[in-house]
């Protein structure tokens, strides 16, 4: 046998090898091939990621229907190996990059490594007995595609960062520990650190943020990660990512069922946080600022009440209607800092804020609002691009007249279950200054999924990492 061996499977941490064809002498190979409508006995069916054994080392996997082929059933294929790997031990694998040759999808490869590498995600930190995840694949071909693989590396291990720590319960993530583990990626990765403690934030006037934070063990933070960017003269993309570390509504306190997600409130921070190490790694040139207000919604003898009223970062006065209506509290006082502290060119917030965009749009898109047209067409087209989709909805003045405050300026919830994605959004809109262009994505519906998804198991997605990161290298 001439030339390097193809390394045998090594069980751990997906690892992802460029090899040539003349340097794979024997392993089992994967083929990529276009899925049939009709499939006869021994052909690969219509489904993307579908896989069918050929026997003497040759497995393959379908791409989808030929005429629907696209970033997205590519993906599906790469997880569809991954997950079908799970079954097996010890083998050489290797997957021919051939199939992917006459497909018009730019950058076919990147989608691949990154369903290879997303659909191998298992949150098993807190397993003592780990199960057969982890595989060494040999992606066999031109060693061109190496800039792919670099990418899909950061882009996958981003998300599954934001996972990890989304699935993380709330006895072990809570306000501090997240401000701890987010120290960590900013020293990981050479980005600046700041966290503001409780004192500090009633000091400054935060009431709003170290109001729901005051029922807890562990009062509220605002954490702070800057990338500076290769072009520091550009104002910074500024972003806002609720971490409610766990949500039980507080006094206006969740039903059992509704309270056993609540884990993963923290979503839209821990994405914010995952984003930061990608802006990073891939060192992309606009300067980013990430704001993580954190906090947990607790009952107890600190805890706010139904009918406070409380004064935010702003001025503004906020009367607490609903105690479980928490998250644009510790969002509008973030909101209120990035302005005050940083010039953004653009304020992006994203959260898991309403059952409202859970009831509007499921687990297919994001809701997304703001008052700057082309700021939400180039998000949504960066959504397009990553299959993180998002759907335009309204927040015209009328709907104000919900949430007018009768002893305050404005109330957290109107108290009426209409439009209340809107109602979430029109509150947060109090809260940006003329002049800066802001977008919300409300990821209620998507954060998550209560069944396995193509190429994630139930839990958290990592929605919007690749999303918000496509959209400012799109800059
Ligand atoms: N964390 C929830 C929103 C949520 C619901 C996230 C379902 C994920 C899945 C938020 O804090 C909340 O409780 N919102 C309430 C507000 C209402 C009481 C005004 C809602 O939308 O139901
Ligand atoms: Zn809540
Ligand atoms: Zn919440």
């Not at 790694?281 to 993580?292: A, H, M, S, W």
């Not at 809260?431 to 802001?438: I, K, P, S």
Request: hydrophobic share 40%; charged share 20%; aromatic share 6%.
């Amino acid at each position: 046998m001439n030339g390097p061996s193809p390394p045998l499977i090594k069980r751990g941490k997906m690892k992802i090898n460029l090899i040539s064809s003349s340097d794979w002498k024997e392993g089992l190979t994967f083929k990529l091939v276009k899925g049939i409508k009709n499939p006869p006995p021994g052909t690969v069916g219509p489904k993307a990621g579908s896989i069918l054994p050929k026997g003497e080392g040759l497995v393959e996997v379908s791409l989808g229907r030929s005429e629907k082929i696209n970033a997205e059933a590519i993906r599906k294929a790469g997880a569809g190996i991954a997950k079908w790997l799970h079954s097996y031990q010890d083998l050489a694998v290797g997957v021919d990059l051939q199939g992917l040759a006459d497909l018009k999808v730019t950058k076919p490869v990147l989608a691949l490594s990154e369903g290879l590498l997303l659909g191998n995600f298992k949150f098993d930190q807190y397993k003592t007995k780990k199960e057969n995840v982890g595989a060494t694949i040999n992606l066999i071909g031109d060693e061109g595609f190496q800039n792919e693989i670099d990418e899909a590396v950061i882009l996958a291990e981003g998300t599954n960062l934001a996972r990890n720590l989304a699935h993380t319960p709330a006895n072990i993530i809570n306000p501090a520990t997240l401000a701890e583990r987010c120290e960590d990626i900013a020293k990981e990765n050479g980005l600046a650190f700041k966290v503001i403690e409780d004192k500090e934030l009633k000091e400054m006037g935060a009431g709003a943020l170290v109001g729901v934070g005051q029922g807890s063990q562990t009062p509220s933070r605002l954490i702070i990660m800057k990338y500076a960017g290769k072009n520091p003269d550009v104002k910074p993309v500024v972003l806002v990512g609720k971490a409610i570390t766990f949500d039980t509504g507080g006094y206006s306190l969740k039903p059992n069922a509704s309270m056993l997600g609540m884990k993963y409130d923290k979503c839209g921070g821990v994405t914010v946080a995952a984003i930061m190490q990608t802006v990073a790694r891939l060192g992309i040139d606009t300067p980013v600022i990430g704001l993580i207000p954190a906090a947990e919604n607790m009952v107890s003898k600190q805890a706010y009440r139904p009918s406070d009223i409380i004064t935010s970062l702003s001025g503004k006065t906020i009367e607490v209607t609903n105690t479980d209506a928490e998250g644009r509290l510790i969002m509008c006082d973030a909101i209120t800092y990035a302005q005050r502290q940083y010039d953004p060119q653009a304020l992006i917030d994203i959260a898991t804020l309403t059952g409202g965009v859970v009831v509007a749009l499921g687990g297919v898109r994001a809701g997304i609002f703001g008052n700057d047209q082309s700021l939400i067409d180039g998000l949504s087209q960066a959504g397009e691009k990553v299959h993180e989709r998002l759907w335009h909805l309204p927040i015209d003045e009328e709907y104000f007249d919900l949430i007018k405050g009768g002893d305050s300026d404005i109330k957290n919830s109107g108290g009426v279950p209409i439009a209340t994605a809107v109602q979430g959004a029109m509150f947060l809109k109090q809260f940006v200054e003329e002049g800066t262009q802001w977008a919300h994505i409300d990821i209620a519906g998507t954060g998550t999924v209560n069944k396995p998804a193509a190429y994630c198991p139930t839990g958290a997605t990592g929605f919007g990492m690749r999303l918000i990161t496509e959209y400012i290298r799109s800059l």
